[in-house]
C-alpha cells in the first residue's frame, strides 16, 4: 500500500458519492443530455490540456492517436450512455438511490464476462451473487413505501447505465491494452461529447438556470470527472485494481448520507435493504469474499 492510497480512495469516495447529489441538483434546470454535454466536453479539455503540459503536444498526440475508435467506442458506452441514463433516472428517483442502484456494476461485470472474455466463467458463488444483487434491484425499486411507475423506471435506467459501464470495462480490457490512463480518458470524454452534442443542442436550457445547478454541474465536470479520473488512473498503476475497487462498496453509503443531509432524503428500509443486498452480491459475485483473480469493476457515476 503506497502512502497516498488512503487519501486517493477517500477522494474518490467522496467525490463520486457526492456527484449522484450535483447530479440531482443540476437536473433541475438542465436536461440530461445538455448537462452531460457540458461535462464531457469540458472534462475533456481539462484532461487534454494535463495530457499535452505532462506529455508535450507531439506524445500527447500520438497517446491519443494509440487508442484509436476504441478510445471514442469507449466514450459512448462509458460516458455517453451511463451518464444520460443517470441523469434521466434521478428525476425520478432520489439521489442515495440512484448510487445504490449504479453500485451493480460489478455484478452485470461477472455476467458479461463469459460473452466478451472467453476465459472467464460464471458458476457456483459468482451466480448466487448475481442472483442475489438482482434481488436487491427488486428491492431498491419496488418495496419502497410509495412506488410510482416513473420511480421504477428511473431506477431501471440506472440499472441499465449499470450494464453499460460493465461493458465498457470489458472492451477496454479486450481492445485497449497499450493506451495511457490520461490519453484513454481523454479520448473517451471527447467521443462522448462528440456523440452527444445533437441531443444537447436539441435540448438545451431555455431559460438561465440557477446559480446551484450552475455550481453542481461545475463541481460535477471539475471533481468528479476530470480530477478523478486522474486520481483513478494514478491509484490502479500504483495499488492495483483490487485496492482501488473498495470505492465501488463505499460510494453508495457515502451518496446516502449527502442526500439525507443535504438534500433531505428519506432513507427507507427498502433502500438499506436493498443496499445490502446488492452489495453482498457484488462481494459474492466479484469473489472479493474469497480473493478471486479480478476485482470489482470500477466506475464513475
Known sequence: MTRGYIPGLGFLAAVWGASY????????????????????AFAALLLGGFLVASRGFR???????ATGWHGIAIGVVNGAIPFTLIAWGEKYIDSGVAAIANSTVPIFNVMLAPLMLPTERTTGVRLVG?????????????AQPT??????LGTMAVVLASVSYAFSGLYAQKRLTTATGPALATASMTGGALVLLPLAVIFAPTEAPHWKSVASLAALTLFGTALAQLILYRLLRSDGAARTSLVTYLMPPIALVYGAVLLDESITAATLGGLALILAGVALGSGAVRLARRAPAIQEP
Open 130 to 142: 448475481f442472483v442475489l444483487g438482482l434481488v436487491g434491484v427488486g428491492v431498491l425499486s419496488g
Open 147 to 152: 412506488v410510482t411507475t416513473m420511480f421504477v
Open 59 to 65: 506524445e500527447a498526440l500520438s497517446d491519443l492517436r
Open 21 to 40: 447529489l450535483f447530479i440531482k441538483v443540476a437536473v433541475r434546470d438542465f436536461s440530461p443530455p445538455a448537462m452531460m454535454e457540458i461535462r464531457l
